[in-house]
Nanobody, 119 residues
Framework: QLQASGGGLVQAGGSLRLSCRAS????????AGWYRRAPGEQRELVAV???????NYVDFVKGRFTISRDMAKNTVFLQMNSLKPEDTADYYC???????????????WGPGTQVTVSS
């Protein structure tokens, strides 16, 4: 199970760095994704990094969020800059085959980390 951390309360325009740590080395053979779920909304994909290190972002975070990984630490990061109130959500991570990451097709999810952006 993956553990997301690093959330908190930040003012609009601020930054946060989320971490997603795996208990074993999985990212060399799996894609990883960051997702978020705002209150009353469905969980949505935010960013993906595939096993080769290629990254992709949804339009509403392009240029503001960066997904990266540290293979030695079994950790994937999400650097979030220029945060907006609409970025307020619980953020989750998961890993697996790229097609599963893209569809958020997982049986289980670890606990998310809450991000609140004040205006």
């Amino acid at each position: 199970q993956l553990q997301a951390s690093g959330g908190g309360l930040v003012q609009a325009g601020g930054s946060l760095r989320l971490s997603c740590r795996a208990s074993e080395s999985i990212f060399s053979n799996n894609a990883a994704g960051w997702y978020r779920r705002a209150p009353g909304e469905q969980r949505e994909l935010v960013a993906v990094i595939d096993s080769g290190g290629t990254t992709n972002y949804v339009d509403f975070v392009k240029g503001r969020f960066t997904i990266s990984r540290d293979m030695a630490k079994n950790t994937v990061f999400l650097q979030m800059n220029s945060l907006k109130p609409e970025d307020t959500a619980d953020y989750y991570c998961n890993a697996g085959p790229l097609e599963c990451v893209g569809r958020a097709d997982f049986r289980s999810w670890g606990p998310g980390t809450q991000v609140t952006v004040s205006s």
